[in-house]
T-cell receptor, first 115, second 113 residues
Framework: GAGVSQSPSNKVTEKGKDVELRCDPISGHTALYWYRQSLGQGLEFLIYFQGNSAPDKSGLPSDRFSAERTGGSVSTLTIQRTQQEDSAVYLC?????????????FGPGTRLTVL | AQSVTQLGSHVSVSEGALVLLRCNYSSSVPPYLFWYVQYPNQGLQLLLKYTTGATLVKGINGFEAEFKKSETSFHLTKPSAHMSDAAEYFCAVTPSGYSTLTFGKGTMLLVSP
């Protein structure tokens, strides 16, 4: 596709349920990032994948959050036992790895609502 | 560690007036600086960036920003606001081209006729 795509666009779930959010990066992009955008908190980094390197998980807020990237392409962010404070827009971005600056291209996000 | 402060969660201007959105950063190394715009229910779009070289950078839609190292600032300006500029604007910093972005909390720009 022409840009980063994310699915679903909206997700409503009940507290305690698990959810999976999907990101399809731009073809050929080797780096993939997940951010969370919540009211009052702005945009927060969650996790970063680059090629075959171990992911940078330093932004994950708790062990209920995990992510994987299969085949160096599609990524899934999983939130287990969702809590109301997990309600936010989850944004995915990808970039191409070259020397110098690598622009991150963002998807439209998944709006998660935990009831 | 990096941080970004955007002054004013909301800025209101009249159509045709000057737009000034403020951004101050802290960084332990020479930073890469960015402004992103987010329209309702859309992802982030890069407006402009400063990496190296000229400190006055021009972006899309008539926006520009100036990197002032002595003031640790990267304010966004546009000489004449248009109704279509109404959106949320985010300033971001990264210590290198390979790192994740640290964002400010955003400034909502409101444009009135």
């Amino acid at each position: 596709g022409a840009g980063v795509s994310q699915s679903p666009s909206n997700k409503v779930t009940e507290k305690g349920k698990d959810v999976e959010l999907r990101c399809d990066p731009i073809s050929g992009h080797t780096a993939l990032y997940w951010y969370r955008q919540s009211l009052g908190q702005g945009l927060e980094f969650l996790i970063y994948f680059q090629g075959n390197s171990a992911p940078d998980k330093s932004g994950l807020p708790s062990d209920r959050f995990s992510a994987e990237r299969t085949g160096g392409s599609v990524s899934t962010l999983t939130i287990q036992r969702t809590q109301q404070e997990d309600s936010a827009v989850y944004l995915c971005a990808s970039s191409y790895w070259t020397s110098g600056y690598n622009e991150q291209f963002f998807g439209p996000g998944t709006r998660l609502t935990v009831l | 560690a990096q941080s970004v402060t955007q002054l004013g969660s909301h800025v209101s201007v009249s159509e045709g007036a000057l737009v000034l959105l403020r951004c101050n950063y802290s960084s332990s190394v020479p930073p890469y600086l960015f402004w992103y715009v987010q329209y309702p229910n859309q992802g982030l779009q890069l407006l402009l960036k400063y990496t190296t070289g000229a400190t006055l950078v021009k972006g899309i839609n008539g926006f520009e920003a100036e990197f002032k190292k002595s003031e640790t600032s990267f304010h966004l300006t546009k000489p004449s606001a248009h109704m279509s500029d109404a959106a949320e604007y985010f300033c971001a910093v990264t210590p290198s081209g390979y790192s994740t972005l640290t964002f400010g909390k955003g400034t909502m720009l409101l444009v009135s006729p």
